[in-house]
């Protein structure tokens, strides 16, 4: 049984530039949430999307949006950016009808640098 | 909202020390509480959780306990090895948001040396 796949691995863009960034979540599991890591601090929820909508976001600009397919895989896009946006992006999946103390399962991540 | 504050690192320990990383947190009512790990390179694991006060959490040797009196949620193991190397992360839910947009705090970052 797959767990959550992330793609690329790696990746460098400059400033400006868009970028998308790919995940398709564990099996069973119908939910997606993503998350921002910059270097040497903790994950920060960007949004979460089930049903092929957006459901709760956090506190990111617009410039960050994102697509879930009816396969339950999902697509992070980033316009316009910044160096700040340098950081390590997690997938994470869950099953929604799972009970609410249920874990969420991470992807390894893609490390996006910005030049 | 609901918040965590984590001990900050680096924490540098000899093989079969023992390991404390505190975490206290900030909730409204009793979320779940999770402890994550993070390998070199790699994406979060999760460790272990506790779902309810006076739950204790445990998972390859590592212990949490629920303590809703101190509201803390600290991490330990008897005999660190190395291979426990690794960033550790506590975390909780968002309050009114499940457990679907977790809040993480800093990370603690363990080295354990031969």
């Known amino acids: 049984d797959a767990g959550v796949t992330q793609s690329p691995t790696h990746l460098i863009k400059t400033r400006g530039q868009q970028v998308t960034l790919r995940c398709s979540p564990k099996?069973?599991?119908?939910?997606v949430s993503w998350y921002q890591q910059a270097l040497g601090q903790g994950p920060q929820f960007i949004f979460q999307y089930y049903e092929e909508e957006e459901r709760q976001r956090g506190n990111f600009p617009d410039r960050f949006s994102g697509h879930q397919f009816p396969n339950y895989s999902s697509e992070l896009n980033v316009n316009a950016l910044l160096l700040g946006d340098s950081a390590l992006y997690l997938c994470?999946?869950?099953?929604?009808?799972?009970?609410?103390?249920?874990?969420?399962?991470f992807g390894p991540g893609t490390r996006l640098t910005v030049l | 909202g609901n918040s965590v504050t984590q001990m900050e690192g680096p924490v540098t320990l000899s093989e079969e020390a023992f390991l404390t990383i505190n975490c206290t947190y900030t909730?409204?009512?009793?979320?779940?509480l999770f402890w994550y790990v993070q390998y070199p390179g790699e994406g979060l694991q999760l460790l272990l959780k506790a779902t309810k006060a006076d739950d204790k959490g445990s998972n390859k040797g590592f212990e949490a306990t629920y303590r809703k009196e101190t509201t803390s949620f600290h991490l330990e193991k008897g005999s660190v090895q190395v291979s426990d190397s690794a960033v550790y992360f506590c975390?909780?839910?968002?309050?009114?948001?499940?457990?679907?947009?977790?809040?993480f705090g800093k990370g603690t970052k363990l080295s354990v040396i031969p």
């Open positions: 994470a999946s869950r099953a929604l009808t799972a009970n609410p103390t249920d874990t969420q399962y």
């Open positions: 909730a409204t009512g009793y979320p779940s």
């Open positions: 099996s069973g599991h119908d939910t």
């Open positions: 975390a909780l839910p968002n309050s009114g948001a499940g457990s679907y947009q977790l809040t």
